[in-house]
Structure formats: structure tokens, C-alpha cells
């Protein structure tokens, strides 16, 4: 193992802190345990065999890293190494499969908030909105077919993660998966209301 940007600041844990980040090391970049495991070697707090399996595994499930190695020097580091939680491909995939288009790209602008990329998230959001609208335009001249709308989505899920997804976030970005459920209760939701207003009194006069 070579020393890194991380070194340093892995010299300046306590070994207690040291062991503590290795053992919860599923939620650190392998860049981080990396150093740590650097670290405990010189202190001698870790086995031989435990480096060797490590560096072994590091070497085999290497990852782009998803965080800037440039702060500063009396910074905590443990803020930068932890990975993000972010929503995964296959939940923007469901959200936008089963309900529209402008649903995954909220799910997917979360992720660019997460990782600090404003720019990034409002043009996810014109193109949302924008294929969201042309896609309704465009469905009122063709047959009112679920088979089309679902060709929409798709059509919509490949934008975003092919293009937006592996652009802004990196086709290999290491990260932990956000649990779906508070979205899926709002889209619900809104999805109920926008069915009550279809069948609403008044739009039954209509």
C-alpha cells in the first residue's frame, strides 16, 4: 500500500478511532480504510493476514471516489470519506417506469443536492418537466395505449441515468442506497389526488 491524500489524517486518529472506522469500513470509500489499514500496520494493530485480504479486495473492487481529496489539514475527515446515501438506479428506474418521467427526476435531482451539483440539478429538472410536457402533447395524437406511454419512460429513464446519471455522478460512484419509502408515500399520494381531481364532480360535468 502506498500513502495517499488520507495518510495524514489517519496519523492523527487515536487507535480507538482507527479501529472504529475499520470496522464499520462498508461505509467509507476504499481510498479511506485504505489509509487506515496503512495506519494500523505501522502501529502493528492489525495481522498480516488481515492487510493481505484487504488490499486484495481493495485492489479487486476498486471504485471511483465520489469526494474531493482536497481540504484542509486540521479538517476532520470522517464527514469527506463517508460515502453518500443516494437513491439507486433501479429506484429511479421504478419511479419512473411506473409513474412518470418528472417523478425519477426528483428522485435523481435528491441525488445531485446530495452531492452538491446545483447547476446539475435544475437541468435535470428543465428536462423533466420539458419531456414530461412533450410527452403529454404528444400522446394526445396517438392512441391511449399503456404499451406507448410505457415506451415514454423508458425513453425517459435511459436520459436520465445514461446521460444525466453517469455524467454528473460517474458511471461507478460508490455509494449507500436511500430507502424508497417516503418517496413512494408521496408519489402516492400525489397520483390519488391527480386521479380524484379526473373524476372530481366537476370534471365529470365537463
Known amino acids: 500500500m502506498i500513502e495517499h491524500s488520507f495518510s495524514k489524517q489517519m496519523g492523527k ?43 486484495k479486495s481493495l485492489e479487486e473492487n476498486r471504485k471511483e471516489l465520489t469526494i474531493s481529496k482536497n481540504y484542509k489539514v486540521d479538517e476532520s475527515p470522517l464527514e469527506e470519506l463517508v460515502q453518500p446515501i443516494l437513491y439507486s438506479k433501479k429506484a429511479i428506474q421504478a419511479f419512473t417506469i411506473f409513474f412518470s418521467t418528472l417523478f425519477g427526476a426528483v428522485l435523481l435531482m435528491s441525488n445531485l443536492k446530495e452531492m452538491n451539483k446545483p447547476k446539475e440539478r435544475n437541468q435535470v429538472l428543465l428536462f423533466g418537466i420539458g419531456y414530461t410536457i412533450f410527452t403529454l402533447v404528444l400522446l394526445n395524437f396517438l392512441p391511449r395505449m399503456f404499451f406507448i406511454t410505457l415506451i415514454f419512460n423508458i425513453i425517459g429513464y435511459a436520459v436520465l441515468v445514461e446521460y444525466f446519471w453517469n455524467k454528473y455522478l460517474g458511471k461507478e460512484i460508490a455509494y449507500q442506497k436511500k430507502a424508497i419509502a417516503k418517496a413512494l408515500i408521496v408519489s402516492l399520494l400525489i397520483l390519488v389526488f391527480i386521479v380524484s381531481l379526473q373524476f372530481s364532480p366537476i370534471a365529470l360535468e365537463q
Do not use: G, M, W
Open 13 to 55: 486518529k487515536s487507535n480507538q478511532d482507527l479501529e472504529n472506522i475499520f470496522e464499520e469500513k462498508e461505509q467509507y470509500t476504499d481510498e479511506a480504510i485504505e489509509a487506515v489499514i496503512l495506519e494500523l500496520e505501522k502501529r502493528n494493530l492489525i495481522d498480516k493476514a488481515v492487510i493481505l485480504a484487504h488490499k
